[in-house]
């Protein structure tokens, strides 16, 4: 299975180093000298890394034939694939892959169906499943263990305990005025 692992940025001095959008969460496996990575566009590629090293909270890259600025910045925007077992788990016990969630089918702890995950959107603060309900309509579920309280890849679903709202409109309304 190909996964997206990075999204090549500018060129960065002029010796051939480009910075790069790390796109996964274990890019010292993905992204590490010796690497040989697909590309999209195809015809830019196969790409290996000859050296990597992190400057200013940015990774930087250099592969091997890119040995200038001019040659660095042609492979701006250009995303790099890594060839994945579709069966390798990650390290830790609680962590998942896109691919694993994408298609698994959410339901409430009650046995309720919420839909099918289509697309995990990944912000600053947490991850979200963008969830297809059975109307055609999507809801976001937060990636929280406090929502998703289990994820069952042999039954191919996520189990959650929405709070009120979350996927209804019976929203509990606190408010500290007081009723007239």
Same mark, same amino acid.
């Given at each position: ?84 077992d ?19 089918? #959410?339901?409430?702890? &009650? =046995?309720? +169906? *919420? ?11 947490? !991850? /979200?499943?963008? #969830?297809?309900?059975? &109307? =055609?309509? +999507? *809801? ?11 994820? !069952? /890849? ?24 007081e009723?007239?």
């Open positions: 299975m190909q996964l997206v692992v990075a999204r090549i940025g500018r060129a960065h001095g002029i010796k051939g180093e480009v910075t790069v959008e790390v796109r996964t969460d274990e890019p010292e496996l993905r992204l590490a000298p010796g690497a040989v990575l697909a590309t999209d566009p195809a015809s830019a590629g196969p790409l290996t890394i000859e050296t990597g090293r992190v400057h200013s909270g940015r990774l930087l890259l250099r592969f091997e034939g890119v040995k200038d600025r001019t040659a660095a910045e042609a492979l701006r925007n250009i995303l790099l694939i890594a060839e994945v579709p069966d390798e788990l990650p390290e830790e016990e609680d962590e998942y892959y896109d691919h694993q969630l994408i298609d698994l089918d #959410v339901v409430t702890a &009650d =046995g309720v +169906e *919420v839909g099918r995950i289509t697309e995990i959107s990944h912000l600053p603060s947490q !991850d /979200l499943f963008i #969830v297809e309900r059975p &109307d =055609g309509s +999507e *809801v976001m579920i937060p990636f929280v263990e406090e929502i998703v309280t289990e994820i !069952d /890849l042999q039954e191919q679903r996520a189990v959650i305990t929405p709070p009120p709202g979350l996927i209804d409109d019976q929203a509990e309304i606190a408010s500290t005025r009723e007239p």
